[in-house]
C-alpha cells in the first residue's frame, strides 16, 4: 500500500521567513497530493492541493511543488506570520481506490 | 462542501465497555472514512465505509474491534469495542468531496475519547 513519509517533523522559523516541508510517497498510482494545516484541537482543513498532472501550484503565500519522477512533493511557505504555526500534513490519494493516506506531520512554530 | 458533524463530541469511558461513535453528513455520499489520531500524531485511516457493502478495513484494523455500520448515504457509526486505555484518541469520520473533481477530503470534529 500506499506509504507517505513527512520531514521535518518540527520546524521553527522567524516570522517573515520562509518554510518548506518535503514528503515523499511510494506508490506511483497516487494523482492526488493534498496538504492540511491543523490548528490546536480543531479538524484538519485544506490549505492547498496538487494533482499528478501539474508540476507547481501557487495561491498567495502558499506553494506546492511535485516531482512524480522521483515521487515527492514539497510545501512553501513564505513570508510566515504567526498564525501559520500549525501541525501541517502532507496526504497522498488515487492509488488502489479512494483512500488518502497522511504523513507523520510537521509542527511549525512561527516566532514573531 | 460537505458539512459534518459527529456524537458524543468527546467522552471518558471504562476498560472494557464499548462506544459507538455517529457521524452525519449533509450531503449523499458514496464512501466516508474512518480515522484515528493518537495524541500528537498524524491520521490514520481505520476503514472505509461504503453504503450497501461491509467496510474494508486497513492493516492492524478489524472488524471485531472496530464494527462500521453504513445504513445510508448520509450516516455512519463506528463502535470501539472491548475498550482498553491505548484506544485513547480522537476519532474522525470524513467523507471526500467531489465538486469540480476535487479529492479534497472534509472532516467531522472528532470524538475525543479517553479510556481510563
Known amino acids: 500500500g500506499e506509504n507517505v513519509e513527512q520531514h521535518p517533523s518540527t520546524l521553527s522559523v522567524q516570522e517573515g521567513d520562509s518554510a518548506v516541508i518535503k514528503c515523499t510517497y511510494s506508490d506511483s498510482a497516487s494523482n492526488y497530493f493534498p496538504w492540511y494545516k491543523q490548528e490546536l484541537g480543531k479538524r484538519p482543513q485544506l490549505i492547498i492541493d496538487?494533482?499528478?498532472?501539474?508540476g507547481e501550484k501557487k495561491d498567495q503565500r502558499i506553494a506546492v511543488t511535485l516531482n512524480k519522477t522521483a515521487k515527492h512533493f514539497s510545501l512553501h511557505i513564505t513570508e510566515t506570520q504567526p498564525e501559520d504555526s500549525a501541525v501541517y500534513f502532507c496526504a497522498a490519494n488515487g492509488a488502489g481506490g479512494f483512500k488518502t493516506i497522511f504523513g507523520a506531520g510537521t509542527r511549525l512554530f512561527v516566532k514573531a | 462542501s460537505a458539512v459534518i458533524s459527529q456524537k458524543p463530541s468527546r467522552d471518558i469511558c471504562q476498560r472494557g465497555t464499548s462506544l459507538t461513535i455517529q457521524c452525519q453528513v449533509d450531503?449523499?455520499?458514496?464512501?466516508m472514512f474512518w480515522y484515528r489520531q493518537q495524541p500528537g500524531q498524524s491520521l490514520t485511516l481505520i476503514a472505509t465505509a461504503n453504503q450497501g457493502s461491509e467496510a474494508t478495513y486497513e492493516s492492524g484494523f478489524v472488524i471485531d474491534k472496530f464494527p462500521i455500520s453504513r445504513p445510508n448515504l448520509t450516516f455512519s457509526t463506528l463502535t470501539v469495542s472491548n475498550m482498553s486505555p491505548e484506544d485513547s484518541s480522537i476519532y474522525l469520520c470524513?467523507?471526500?468531496?467531489?465538486?469540480?473533481?476535487?479529492?479534497?477530503?472534509?472532516f467531522g470534529p472528532g470524538t475525543r475519547l479517553t479510556v481510563l
Open positions: 450531503s449523499q455520499v458514496t464512501m
Open positions: 470524513s467523507v471526500e468531496g467531489r465538486a469540480g473533481g476535487s479529492n479534497e477530503q472534509f
Open positions: 496538487i494533482r499528478s498532472n501539474v
